[in-house]
Structure formats: structure tokens, C-alpha cells
């Protein structure tokens, strides 16, 4: 009976192998890209056009990569609208919850550790499809880490999108990292901008930035999301009155620059706790799934439109 219940168990786990293998099989593996300090993987997608756009994708704690692109939808509209898919993969031997260490100096620093891994796999696939435009998405703990990026990393980047994440630098290490996922940060937007303008005096041209979270989030406080978005506007040094728009179930505070372009935009969705949001009515638009919560509204889709990648397929 044992046996038989072991057959049964190794057989479902090779279906659903061959299953995954199969749902993944249009991701390659990037098999060399340069220094690899923060020990990490990474696989992409690329379309059939020449040149195309790079989304980076950071999935968030206990995720696979290539899975969260696909049920969130935004493999879909990487085949529609031609662009690239780079997916940087988090490993147990580097985190037991396969989280990236956006709390350690040791991998948020600039060119050190997991920061110097990812660029190095962004600058090896945009020089191997001579690619103009990048663009970083990133889920919780992949969303730390994507503030870190846009931080270390400004003149990389065309734009940025940060889901139930947290602003940089928020921590330290292991104990304010939890502090922050809480509390929020313990600094002002005013005081996270004196810190990042300290860090990067020369810089003056800041990615554009869309900030998502839910008003419920128990796990990663929406101060934290509230603040990131109010000190990307100080960075952008954009003092105009923001515009705030409500719509169902969600409300989008934005802050436009001089050519009246939304350059911050901070989306705070109704009744809904931590992750990322999904559309199943809408082609594209998602799955349901862990931390993959339904909503009215598809994060992915309306993250490609406003970066205007879906007017620019070919």
C-alpha cells in the first residue's frame, strides 16, 4: 500500500515537472554574465524583433520567477507586445525563504553582492539584443530589491514599478528590515531623499516610478509604499500639487513633472492585503494564485500601458 502510494506521489510530482517544464520551455537559461557575486540565476524570453525593450522581473519571497511572469500575466504581454523578459531567480542556499537579501549591505550595496549580480545580467542581455530601454518590476521583497536598483543603478533604467515593497535605504540588516516590513520606515520621504542625493550627489535624472499596494497589507505596512512614492517626487524634485484620481476599489495619487508627464504614480487598492494585482477577465490579465490577489484592475497591464511598451509592438 506504501508502495503504491509512493508510485502515485513520484508520478503526479513527474506530471507536474513535465507540466512546468512545458509551461516554462519558451525561457532560456543566461548562462554567463560576468561577476556573479550574489550567486543567482536567471533565465529570459525574447520575442521575435530586433531590439526589443528589457522588463526585468523580481519575484518575491518563496517564488519562482518564470511561474510569477506567467500568472501575473506578464509573460502574455511580453509575446503580444514584443518585449524581453529578464528573470533573476533567488536560491535556497542564498535565503532558506528564497527572498532576496535586500536588507543585507553585503547584497544592496552598489556593485556588491545580489545588486552587482542583477546588473550584470541586465548590461549581458541588453548588449546581447542591443536593447535601448529597460524597465525593473519588483514583487515584495523583489520590490526592496528593485528600490535598491533604481537607486544604485538611475541611469539603467527608463522606469521602474515597486509592488508591496520597500523603499531604500529603509535597512540595515536582519532587524530593521522586519522593523520596516511593520512599521514602515523609520525616515521621512524628505530624509530617504537626503540619503539617496548623499549617495548619488551627480545624479539628476530619476527613473519614472509606479508604486502599488493594498490598503489591507499586513505583511509589508503601506506606509512604506505612502513614503517611497512621496520621496521619488522629492528626487524628481516635483513640487506641483499631485493629482489624486479615485476609482472602484482603488485610488491613484500622482505627481507630474514639467512636461506634465506622470513621472510617480502611488496606486492604494481597497480591501486588499499583500501582493500583486490580477485581472482573470481580462485577456492578459492574470491568474489567481498566492499573493496574486483578484482585483479590478491588472497591475502588469496597466504597468506596460503606462510605460506605453503595449503601443510599441511591432
Known amino acids: 500500500m506504501i508502495f503504491i502510494k509512493f508510485l502515485s506521489t513520484s508520478f503526479l510530482t513527474l506530471l507536474l515537472s513535465l507540466f512546468s517544464h512545458y509551461s516554462y520551455a519558451q525561457f532560456t537559461e543566461l548562462k554567463s554574465f560576468n561577476e ?3 550567486n ?3 533565465s ?23 511561474e510569477l511572469a506567467n500568472k501575473s500575466g506578464l509573460f502574455g504581454l511580453a509575446k503580444k507586445h514584443n518585449f524581453a523578459l529578464l528573470i533573476p531567480q533567488q536560491s535556497l542556499n542564498n535565503n532558506i525563504k528564497r527572498c532576496f537579501n535586500w536588507y543585507s549591505s553585503d547584497d544592496y550595496a552598489k556593485d556588491k553582492g545580489e545588486n552587482l549580480s542583477i546588473k550584470n545580467m541586465i548590461l549581458t542581455l541588453k548588449q546581447q539584443l542591443g536593447s535601448e530601454g529597460i524597465y525593473i518590476i519588483g514583487l515584495s521583497g523583489g520590490g526592496a530589491m528593485a528600490s535598491s536598483m533604481l537607486v544604485n543603478y538611475p541611469e539603467l533604467f527608463n522606469a521602474g514599478a515597486v509592488i508591496a515593497g520597500i523603499p531604500f ?39 519614472k516610478l509606479s508604486v502599488w499596494t493594498g490598503k489591507d497589507d499586513v505583511i509589508v505596512n503601506p506606509l512604506n509604499s ?21 476609482e472602484t476599489g482603488y485610488t491613484i495619487t500622482t505627481w507630474k513633472n514639467k512636461q506634465n508627464e506622470t513621472h ?12 500583486i494585482m490580477v485581472n482573470p477577465n481580462e485577456e492578459n490579465g492574470g ?12 497591475t502588469t497591464k496597466h504597468i506596460i500601458g503606462s510605460w506605453q511598451l503595449s503601443s510599441m509592438s511591432k
Open 36 to 38: 556573479n557575486p550574489g
Open 40 to 42: 543567482l540565476a536567471a
Open 44 to 66: 529570459y524570453f525574447v520575442p521575435k524583433v530586433e531590439h526589443p525593450n528589457i522588463v526585468v522581473l523580481l519575484h518575491g519571497c518563496a517564488q519562482v520567477g518564470e
Open 169 to 207: 535605504p529603509c535597512a540595515d540588516g536582519l532587524i530593521t528590515g522586519i522593523s520596516c516590513m511593520k512599521n514602515g520606515p523609520s525616515q521621512t520621504a524628505d530624509e530617504l531623499s537626503h540619503l539617496v542625493n548623499n549617495s548619488n550627489p551627480q545624479q539628476k535624472n530619476w527613473p
Open 226 to 246: 505612502i513614503t517611497l512614492a512621496q520621496h521619488w517626487a522629492g528626487l524628481a524634485k516635483i513640487t506641483a500639487t499631485k493629482g489624486v484620481k479615485n
Open 264 to 275: 510617480v504614480e502611488l496606486i492604494v487598492m481597497d480591501n486588499l492585503g499583500h501582493g
Open 287 to 298: 491568474e489567481i494564485a498566492d499573493y496574486l490577489l483578484a482585483s479590478s484592475i491588472s
